[in-house]
């Protein structure tokens, strides 16, 4: 007899928990139809992946048992099915001068209107982005349970990361492993986790379903690709990515040995990879926050059109709005490109120049500013308008700005406060300079949205960057060439070399100097900076947290 299961890979919004529950029991009844006797939700389904310091709300946490009830009650008539839902559970026991923490990532098992099984997650994370240990208390039990002769050892996320809990789960008796995720994306993490699990397979001997979440929570992305694993490690079938999927595995006992069998899906390259969880971020921040349409300054350059190229692939062109803001400075090719590039996308475009605020701007300080030379304070007056414009129109029509730095931007301060740094979402945040060009040019060879084909203009990807904000200005008169400086932002940033080893490396002490230098003294417009999506296992973000005040020097 071969058992059906199935994961739930859906797309779950954090606090939506009557929702949640409602995508839960839809999903069982549509595979209790297709024969499925064992339903599997991602982490946390019930409240979606990260609540944060609604945890810590024993409203939330009661909210969040009323919504368990009701997929325990509704699915109470589904003779054989099985539905394991991820949920927390717990609250803090007082006593009269501490509280003391008693709240548990779950997992409970239900068949039939009972609970057949709970397991509260073992391993709890604390680094890049996860903070569990602020909000649940370890486990220690194990979770064995049997459905039509099967029985399955459940794990939850990080303790799949380790090998007490799976032979734990072995040793009680599992023929099988499910392993319930809800775990960041960023460049090469699909590889990374199914690595790890191949090598936790071939460590118990066990077969693996991997159930992940897919979906976007503020700055991080869940990619999806749940997948099941032979006992030998080798790939039984794997989810698409990126996308809402029922990912059906068949199981058979053979001489106690589970066989599995299930479709597989091909992974996609890097980039592809990259735009996917760019275009999910954007979508699912603009729609669980209910925005109408976005709106982004469309300067000409390579940056403000990558942020557009990836709106309309994540929300259509009806919702996108592009305003080209020229200064004195602005050159006759970047009108020409903004115009092109808005013209292909069909977005609507509109131009207002900010010369006559900028010259009310110059008049209205010329006393304070006699005698002194023009610098930067001029061209930050240029983005300071842009930013006003388009945080009016903002207020105006509901829509929210999308701002263009990318990550080589935001490492340096290579941006204005209250500036180009306005808005509400930065979408390419964590996308260093050099990756900006590959995205650019890879997504003119694809059109995996079927939206738009060649939208960059290709003038705007092979002319020098530049911030236009006075004459013959070029980004590499205050920085070093981009793929100089990404390197070195990759290095001491994301993998925390020191300056000794990144000189070693090749880099000049010049060039690594300068960076460090304005990585540090740039913190505080980091700290003001909107969220955006991460797309590596490092963003400016929950990654980094560094003070702002420090006189510590390497």
């Known amino acids: ?134 909000y649940f208390t370890p486990g220690q039990d194990n979770c064995v349970f049997e459905v039509q002769g099967v029985k399955i050892g459940l794990l939850i996320c990080e303790d799949a990361w380790f090998e007490q809990p799976a032979f734990d789960a072995r040793e009680a ?11 960041p994306f960023h460049r090469g993490k699909s590889l990374e986790r199914e690595q790890a699990m191949q090598a936790r397979s071939l460590a118990t001997g066990l077969p693996l379903v991997y ?27 794997r989810a698409p990515g990126f996308v809402e999927a029922a990912f059906d595995v068949g199981c058979e006992l053979h001489a106690g040995r589970c066989e599995l069998t299930a479709q597989q899906v091909g992974m996609s390259d890097d980039l592809s990879d990259v735009w996917q969880a760019l275009v999910l971020g954007v979508r699912d921040y603009i729609g669980k926050n209910r925005f109408p349409s976005v709106l982004l300054g469309l300067s000409g350059g390579i940056d403000s059109a990558l942020v557009m190229a990836i709106a309309v692939d994540a929300l259509g062109a009806n919702r996108v709005r592009a305003v080209m803001m020229p200064s004195p400075y602005t050159a006759g090719i970047s009108l020409t490109d903004a115009r092109e ?79 180009d740094m306005a808005g509400g ?32 203009p290709e003038r705007i990807i092979t002319r020098p960057p530049s911030a236009e904000l006075r004459e013959d200005q070029t980004d590499q008169d205050s920085l070093p060439p981009y793929d100089v400086l990404d390197a070195i932002i990759e290095r001491y940033m994301e993998q925390d070399q020191s300056q000794q080893q990144i000189e070693a490396a090749g880099f000049s002490k010049a ?39 420090s006189l510590f020097r390497a």
């Open 341 to 419: 590039m808005a013209q292909r996308m069909q977005v609507r475009y509109d131009e207002l120049s900010i010369v006559p605020m900028f010259n009310d701007f110059l008049q209205t300080l010329a006393t304070d500013f006699e005698g002194k030379p023009v610098d930067t304070t001029e061209e930050n007056i240029q983005a300071r308008i842009r930013g006003t414009l388009l945080m009016a129109m903002s207020n105006k029509h509901g829509s929210i700005v999308l701002t263009t730095g990318n990550k080589s931007e935001m490492a340096t301060g290579y941006c204005t406060l209250y500036g």
């Open 211 to 237: 159930a992940h979440l897919v979906g976007a929570q503020d700055e991080v992305v869940f990619e999806g690709r749940s997948f099941a694993l032979q006992a030998n490690g080798d790939i039984a079938g």
């Open 511 to 549: 060039d690594v100097d300068q960076v460090i230098r304005l990585i540090r003294i740039n913190e505080y417009k980091r700290r003001q900076a909107p969220i955006g999506v991460r797309i590596t296992h490092r963003g400016f973000g929950k990654d980094w947290r560094y003070p702002i005040t």
């Open 1 to 134: 007899m071969t058992l059906q299961l199935s994961v739930a890979q859906l797309n779950f919004t954090v606090g939506d928990m009557a929702g949640n529950a409602r995508k839960i029991i839809d999903a069982a009844r549509a595979a209790y139809q297709r024969g499925i006797r064992l339903l599997i939700t991602p982490e946390l389904a019930i409240c979606g992946y990260a609540a944060e310091d609604l945890f810590l709300r024993p409203s939330f946490i009661a909210a969040c048992q009323q919504a368990v009830s009701l997929v325990q009650n509704e699915l109470a008539d589904l003779k054989g099915l099985h539905v394991v839902v991820g949920h927390p559970s717990g609250d803090d026991k007082r006593t009269r001068s501490v509280a003391v923490q008693q709240r548990f990532n779950m997992a409970s098992v239900f068949c039939e209107g009972q609970r057949v099984a709970s397991y509260a997650k073992r391993e709890l994370p604390n680094y890049q982005v996860f903070d569990e240990r602020r």
């Open 173 to 183: 008796g599992a023929q099988l492993l499910v392993v319930m995720n809800a775990s």
């Open 425 to 456: 979402f930065a979408v390419i945040k964590d996308v260093c300079k050099t990756l900006v060009y590959e995205l650019a040019r890879w997504r003119n060879q694809h059109d995996p949205f079927s939206t738009c084909t060649s939208p960059i």
